[in-house]
């Protein structure tokens, strides 16, 4: 039920943030002389103070909302899946290495190291933004996979494939991943979503791009006109919304895997007291 | 204590990376401060003097390797350097001033909440099938919720349309500071709302991280066990299940220490409080490398500690960690 | 001495009006609570010749300049500490006559020794020495005359000399080791009020009630909050704030509140936006590229839209106006920018539409700018130039156009103390550097002989007349051969409210620069505020 639910908002978001645009094909940046209009059948959601179509905005920014979340989520777990499984797997010096390096990264305060990377960057594009959140928010992940992989390590077939000679790059990715994907996954979404949201944090502080609409860029722009002071509301909520719902779409898929994986924790009545299965 | 001893070592470790990527990273990026400070005058610096300012803010040419041990020489004396932004203030003195009120406030409001969340957590766990189920998905849609957003709304609506809290500032006009019983109830009086805005958008993740790990706990056979023997079950939800499923929980909660103080950025600058959050920031605006690096350190020094603290209460907790090697 | 600028009557009639009332009805006024700059915390550091750290007020409340000039009617010079002063040596030696029986807060007279130790400390420590002056010599003539001598002619620097270096007492100053880094955490001034109360959130001035101008000031007490730029806005809306400088998104709601004649703004011009054209681009070098796109923007939109009707269309000169009509050549002074579209568009026949591809680079968090930057890239559009906007963050844009990398930007002049001195910023080759190299003026890299002939003319000369001429030959170089494009002026903010006080300037009576931001400006506002009879 709660994967069908998420999954049902995320399909919804994704639908937009893909065909959305070519449907609308306004200009998301494009002014008019409608500053600050309320919701209306002409703008739905009613307009900014520069008269920017809140909708039309809210349709584009998804693309680089999700953009952004997807894109440092990606490589966040590609280094997370490649220090974890690794480390794990090989153990030893290089193990040795590799925890203290995500231990180090798991230490060090997030949001602040954010922040003091952005403050230097040059360039604030989506691709960097995304790579400071990326840089940030690996460790977990690793600290997570590095566990997981030394148990699967002793399973059965990864015994076997060693015994007939495979490399360890190829137990490791063929052998061993597959395995883990359910894990993978998980940590996959949670980082999406973290990302998401330390991308609407930068742009609120103004250390984000800001000439591309995002829904953090709205929310800067919102707060920065002061919109819920002159209540002008329907510039203000519907981005923190849109950011909240994918996130809640995102958490309940994860946690309908993790259900999967672990039945107890399902709120459904159950017998208190059972048998371990 | 050979766990304690190679966890010292891990963390002194850590800091030294946490104190030399603070030297790099500001060295490793472009910009000038000065130029910056000459713009932010909008012209009322003469550039004839401009070489002279790099010169009293220290702005050195000196080569890296040189700069690092001075680094390291002057860290060694607690001497974090002076601020541009405050110039000539010291980036200590702007720390010692900052860092209390941001301990008061997020620290005490992320204990309210850790301690409020982890109750719920546990009873939402042992209660499965009531109607506290229903707090799951306020939970988790809390737990995606942008945090300055929520802020700015409970803002909008009990300070300014209500007007029940004061949005901004951390004492009241016409109190100066001191020993007063009206100074600490301007203070507590100002501190209510962000913290209750810190509260409801931390507690929903120790709700859920506790639920989970509480109802993995209740599988348990010492669980089952003692609910076997009969024993009450509040007895059982707190002294058998809760206890143990505590643990992993405190480790969490002190790597999170790391997301409250960063987290205090948001808070600060939408309570226009005077923390380490927002001088953080203030230090990035304007490019005051020493101000940042004083600041990033502090706060990674703080997790650090915070984290040891925590290994010596799993210490404390858990007999099993004397013998795990890992 | 050809010209002493004498505005003492505001003084002295002043003066003699309050004589009547005692201190005593002063006292029982309300204090003003007054925000300057957005700031989360204030430092202890009161020395005037701090740039960013010090606490606002330092300079005009605590410490006061020997002149005092009015941005806002260029060419009025009050006396303040100085009563007159006189140029000799070809422009290379000043010398002040000071103002007899003014007593420092801790007592001690204020005499010709505390201003040569001023500036005599300006040239033995360059960092504080902001104004680049060239001082060779600061020394006591007698008790109230001083003489400064300068390397080179400086004239032009009058403004920076006379109005924007508060004088320190020598007595104290003297004990301390390093001025440079002296936080004068007890300050003691000449000027109307004295610090009385500091805390990290929140500091208090309280009148010098031995001020020497008679009766002032009415306003006994100052309270300084910290406000960030954020919280400022739910504080003037609250109505905790008396008197604030800020950018408020829509003033009517947020400010006014239905109250126009308690809630009052005044928003005088203090500089000129203008769109910078990188003229090392071969395209943008071309006059009638410029021309064109001139002629494409709509001015009145981007006020309307973008900078929400706080401002207004610049001047073609770019010279701030009202005020600055006498450094205006009379053939353009009513002159106005008009879009035509059907012009632009056969001024650009002649080039490669396919060079008319440009970046605008923009400050993010400069939101209107932004906005600004949009409507621009909509009306160049319609003539065939294609404009992408880029917004990047303040340092990299500060660096970027230091340095010359960029097609366009938009960039704030500050008009200074009379419109030559935004033009000397804005045009004057010697600012001019290679592309790669950091300027600090001159963005766009103008180069041209007559312009910097006439800026060198009014350099060296300290009569009005010839002044206003050489600045009125760099207005119609502004005109004709558009170097940079003004946009609007950049407003000076300033919120006040008016049932605690009155007397605040206003457009029909711009005595000072009405923004509590701006030094000495705002403590000639304090003197002139007067109890509100209710």
Sequence with gaps: MKIKIGAGILVFFTLMAVFGPLLIGADPAATSDDGLQGPSAAHWLGTTQTGQDILTQIVYGARVSMGVGLLSAVIANVFAVAVGLVGGYLGGAVDEVLSVLTNIFLVLPALPLIIVLAGYLPQRGVASVAVVIAVTGWAWGARVLRAQTLSVRRRDFVQAARASGEGAFRIIFFEILPVLLPVIATSFLATVVAAILAEAGLSFLGLADLSTVSWGSMLYFAQNGQALLIGAWWWFIPPGLCIALIGTGLALVNFGIDEIANPRLRTVKTVKVKART | MRFLARRLGFYLLTAWAAVTLNFLIPRLMPGDPVELLVARMKGNVDPAAIDAMRRAFGISDANLWQQYLDYLGNLAQGELGRSITFFPTEVSTVIADSLPWTVGLVGVATLISYLVGTSLGVLMAWKRGTWLDGVLPAATFMHAVPYFWVALALVFVFGVTLQWFPVSRAYGLAVMPGFTGEFAGSVLYHAALPAVTIVVASMADRILGMRNVMVTTLGEDYVVMAEAKGLTSRRVMWAYAARNAILPNITSFALSLGFVVGGSVLTEIVFSYPGIGSMLLKGVENEDFPLMQGIFLVISLAVLVANFLADLAYVVLDPRTRQESE | ?534
């Excluded at chain 3, 505390?114 to 104004?131: E, I, P, R, Y």
């Excluded at chain 3, 009630?209 to 739910?234: D, H, I, M």
Aim: aromatic share 10%; proline share 9%; net charge neutral.
């Design chain 3, 1 to 534: 001495m050809k010209r002493i600028l004498a505005v003492l009557a505001a003084l002295t009639v002043a003066g003699c009006s309050s004589g009547g009332s005692p201190a005593e009805t002063g006292t029982s006024a309300p204090p003003l609570v007054i925000h300057a700059i957005d700031a989360g915390t204030f430092q202890e550091d009161f020395n005037p010749y701090h740039l960013e750290g010090v606490n606002f007020g330092t300079s005009g409340m605590i410490h006061e300049t020997l002149m005092y000039f009015n941005k806002l009617k260029p060419g009025e010079i009050t006396p303040w500490l100085a009563l007159k002063y006189e140029w000799a040596d070809k422009g290379k030696s000043l010398t002040f006559t000071l103002r007899q029986g003014v007593k420092w807060t801790d007592g001690q007279p204020f005499t010709a020794d505390d201003v040569a130790f001023t500036f005599q400390m300006l040239k033995d420590h360059a960092q504080l020495n902001t104004s680049a002056l060239e001082i060779k010599e600061a020394r006591a003539l007698a008790p109230d005359k001083v003489r400064v001598d300068f390397k080179s002619t400086s004239y032009a620097k009058l403004y920076n000399i006379a109005g924007g270096s508060p004088i320190v007492p020598k007595h104290l100053w003297e004990k301390q080791q390093d001025p440079v880094t002296f936080t004068n955490s007890k300050p003691v001034g000449t000027g109307p009020y004295k610090l009385s109360k500091f805390s990290a959130q929140l500091y208090e001035m309280e009148k010098n009630p031995s001020y020497w101008q008679p009766g002032k000031p009415e306003v006994p007490l100052l309270r300084f909050p910290a406000y960030t730029a954020n919280a400022l806005q739910t504080a003037l809306q609250q109505g905790e704030v008396d008197w604030a400088g800020a950018f408020v998104p829509d003033i009517q709601k947020i400010f006014v509140q239905g109250k126009p004649e308690q809630n009052k703004f005044f928003f005088p011009p203090e500089g000129v936006v203008t769109l910078l054209p990188n003229l090392t681009n071969p395209v943008l070098a071309k006059p009638e590229v410029r021309q064109a796109i001139s002629l494409a923007v709509d001015r009145d939109k981007i006020v309307k839209v973008a900078e929400r009707g706080y401002t207004k269309v610049a001047h073609p000169t770019g010279v701030p106006m009202p005020g600055g009509e006498a450094y205006v050549p009379p053939e353009y002074k009513d002159a106005a920018f008009k879009v035509d579209v059907e012009k632009a568009k056969e001024l650009l026949k002649g080039v490669d539409p396919a060079q008319l591809k440009f970046t605008l680079l923009v400050p993010s968090p400069f939101t209107d700018w932004v906005n600004a930057a949009q409507l621009i890239r909509e009306d160049l559009a319609k003539v065939g130039i294609t404009v992408e906007t880029r917004g990047v963050a303040f340092q990299d844009w500060v660096s970027k156009v230091g340095k010359g990398n960029y097609d366009l930007s938009i960039r704030a002049t500050p008009s200074g103390p009379t419109p030559f001195f935004q033009m000397r910023q804005m045009l004057f080759g010697g600012l001019a550097k290679p592309v790669g190299e950091a300027a600090t003026g001159n963005y766009e890299r103008w180069k041209d002989a007559e312009t910097d002939r006439l800026i060198d003319a009014y350099a060296a000369t300290e009569d009005l007349a010839e002044q206003q001429q050489a600045t009125q030959g760099l207005a119609k170089i502004m005109v004709e051969k558009q170097p940079a494009l003004p946009l609007f002026y950049s407003p000076s903010w300033a919120q006040y409210r008016t049932d605690k006080y009155v007397g605040w300037p206003s457009e029909q009576d711009p005595y000072a620069m009405p923004s509590p931001y701006t030094s000495p400006d705002a403590a000639v506002v304090l003197l002139h505020l007067k109890p509100a009879t209710k």
